[in-house]
């Protein structure tokens, strides 16, 4: 019985540290140039953008980071949402994700129960439309194409569909609402396959991972669940070849095989970070490196094999030390540069060059964001 509390507790603590943070874009991954192959265009660059969410009870905003060629972030103001947040973490992935393009930006509203969608163009974002998430408390958003899911964590949560129109508008793919695999489950991801056959979501409560099958007109059916290896399935990304590569609040990451039956296949399971809570997860475009956001103050990175199995860059788990406080990270879009959102002591944004190897290169933080500022997206 005390070995049983003793493990109940620190689950509830692991969970805590993901809960006071949050975040990550839907990474489109696949197989693209490798990450030497794309260096050769750094030069060229040019100016890319980072995005997080401000989430404030008052009114919610996106706050626009410049990115520069050398990877360096800028403040660029905010523009406002329309909706409101929550002022806290949201104990998820993927509140604000660019479409597949990046012309369109999406983002929750968790305070009033809508989703903003934003135009993307040279002169900044613009506010496009706004439409009720199909539920409430929505915290995670994924799109393909024109389709774009919402995870809703209140009540019993669910996913809800939507068509994405040429003027941006959302309108409801009818009974395309699903429930998860029962009540509190405590929701954390909902991410559509490289394909767009498919949609994940984990939750942190049941410790499953649900695989729900999308037909042509994006209507979900399902879920098939599968028993996460490791505590608290949390925040994961796609590769090459249907891997998804999966953090565990607990202390681990897993990897798996998404396989056409609409299963998930383990490759490594619960591999441990030697870090503390790590609750979000990215993968390189190239599929060669994974990488945890750890709430207690860290990022890990993973070599992943051909095969999709994971073993850590740095036996200690330790590739990149923040201090404490990381709530989201995201990669850029050439996956040259990895961003880390961290809410305290002082919220800021830790800017990293991704090194042949693995490793991390710190180019510096940017600051200026207000307390409840969640979710991570990068172009």
Not at 171 to 187: A, D, E, M, Q
Not at 197 to 217: A, Q
Not at 227 to 245: E, I, K, Q
Request: aromatic share 6%; hydrophobic share 40%.
């Amino acid at each position: 019985m005390t070995k049983y509390l003793a493990l109940i507790a620190l689950a509830a603590g692991t969970l805590a540290a993901c809960e006071q943070d949050r975040g990550i874009r839907n990474p489109v991954a696949s197989l693209e140039p490798s990450l030497e192959a794309q260096r050769a265009g750094d030069a060229v660059d040019g100016r890319r953008t980072v995005y997080t969410l401000t989430n404030q009870v008052a009114g919610n905003a996106v706050a626009v980071f410049n990115r520069a060629a050398n990877g360096t972030l800028t403040a660029a103001g905010t523009v406002t949402t329309g909706g409101t947040g929550t002022g806290a973490g949201l104990g998820s992935q993927g509140g604000v994700v660019l479409g597949d393009d990046g012309h369109r930006l999406f983002a929750v509203n968790a305070g009033s129960n809508d989703v903003s969608v934003f135009t993307v163009g040279s002169a900044g974002l613009s506010l496009a439309s706004r439409a009720p998430s199909g539920g409430t408390l929505p915290i995670s958003l994924t799109v393909h194409g024109n389709v774009l899911y919402v995870l809703n964590a209140g009540g019993d949560g669910n996913i809800s569909g939507f068509t994405v129109g040429t003027n941006s508008g959302l309108t409801p793919i009818p009974s395309s609402t699903r429930s998860l695999s029962g009540s509190n489950v405590g929701p954390a991801q909902v991410a559509f396959s490289p394909d767009g056959r498919r949609l994940v979501v984990t939750e942190k409560n049941t410790n499953l991972i649900d695989v729900y099958s999308v037909d042509r007109n994006g209507l979900a059916s399902g879920p098939v669940s599968t028993a996460s290896p490791g505590a608290t399935p949390f925040g994961f990304a796609f590769g090459p070849r249907d891997l998804v590569f999966v953090s565990e609040a607990a202390g681990s990451a897993s990897s798996y095989d998404l396989d056409r039956r609409g299963g998930l296949r383990l490759v490594s399971g619960a591999v441990s970070t030697r870090q503390g809570a790590p609750c979000w997860a990215v993968v390189t475009t190239d599929g060669r490196f994974g990488y945890t956001g750890n709430g207690a103050g860290s990022v890990s990175a993973f070599a992943i094999a051909r095969d999709g199995s994971i073993s850590l860059v740095d036996a200690d788990g330790a590739t990149a030390v923040i201090g404490e406080g990381v709530n989201d990270i995201a990669l850029s879009g050439n996956s040259r540069y990895l961003y880390v959102l961290q809410v305290a002591p002082t919220p800021a944004i830790h800017a990293f060059r991704v090194q042949r190897d693995g490793h991390l290169e710190p180019l510096g933080p940017v600051a200026g964001l207000p307390a409840g500022t969640t979710g991570l997206a990068a172009f």
